[in-house]
């Protein structure tokens, strides 16, 4: 089956810094990929579609500047949090579809992000 | 973005009770995918449905798409303590982005 991979599972990070979170489709090649964030007991919110080889598109509210996405290639998309602050600490999650079909999404196992 | 409301937001079931989690949304939906996500785990795809009226089974998981294609529910029979985690449906938005329902977290009490 479709196998979706994150790194890192999870990272702390001072404020200010900035950390950057790879997701990667292992045996299929992913036009489109999304990001999502998850807060405690909450649901998925989509943050921004991700589309190889062209701009991301970023939900109303999400910050462009602080979560730079980029997705150089058919397998790779990166979000960058930038200026990381202890507000931003949350779990960020990616999902990939094969071929960018309306289909079902395989989502990566996540990356849970604490800034101190 | 799409509004996708999704009810209860709790169920507590003791093991072989039955259980059933509401999806509504304002507008037709073309489909609608259900999710489960166990405790500390990613989101799994479990089913699409597309027709209005649609139903399709699972083993012990019925899955209806309403006519109007607004509303759609995931039925467990039995439940076992393996059915324990949060189940999500997921409606369409423009772009192949799916926007995910708040959730409903099941606990099976053995």
């Known amino acids: 089956g479709a196998v979706v991979s994150q790194h890192p599972s999870w990272v702390i990070c001072k404020s200010g810094t900035s950390v950057k979170i790879e997701c990667r489709s292992l045996d299929f090649q992913a036009t489109t990929m999304f990001w999502y964030r998850q807060f405690p007991k909450q649901s998925l919110m989509l943050m921004a579609t991700s589309n190889e080889g062209s701009k991301a598109t970023y939900e109303q509210g999400v910050e462009k500047d602080k979560f730079l996405i980029n997705h150089a290639s058919l397998t790779l998309s990166t979000l960058t949090v930038t200026s990381a602050h202890p507000e931003d600490s949350s779990f960020y999650i990616c999902?990939?579809?094969?071929?960018?079909?309306?289909?079902?999404?395989?989502f990566g196992p996540g990356t849970r992000l604490t800034v101190t | 973005g799409q509004q996708v409301m999704q009810i209860p937001q709790y169920q507590h079931v003791q093991e072989g009770e039955d259980f059933t989690t509401y999806c509504n949304s304002s507008?037709?939906?073309?489909?609608i995918q259900w999710y489960k996500q166990r405790p500390g785990g990613h989101p799994v795809f479990l089913i699409q449905?597309?027709?209005?009226?649609e139903v399709k089974k699972q083993k012990r998981l019925t899955f209806q798409f309403g006519e109007a294609k607004k509303n759609s529910s995931l039925h467990i029979t039995a439940t076992q303590t393996t059915d324990v985690g949060t189940y999500f449906c997921a409606g369409p938005g423009n772009f192949n982005k799916f926007y995910f329902g708040s959730g409903t977290k099941l606990n099976v009490k053995p």
């Open positions: 507008t037709t939906l073309s489909n």
């Open positions: 449905l597309v027709k209005s009226g």
């Open positions: 999902s990939a579809q094969d071929g960018g079909r309306r289909e079902e999404q395989y």
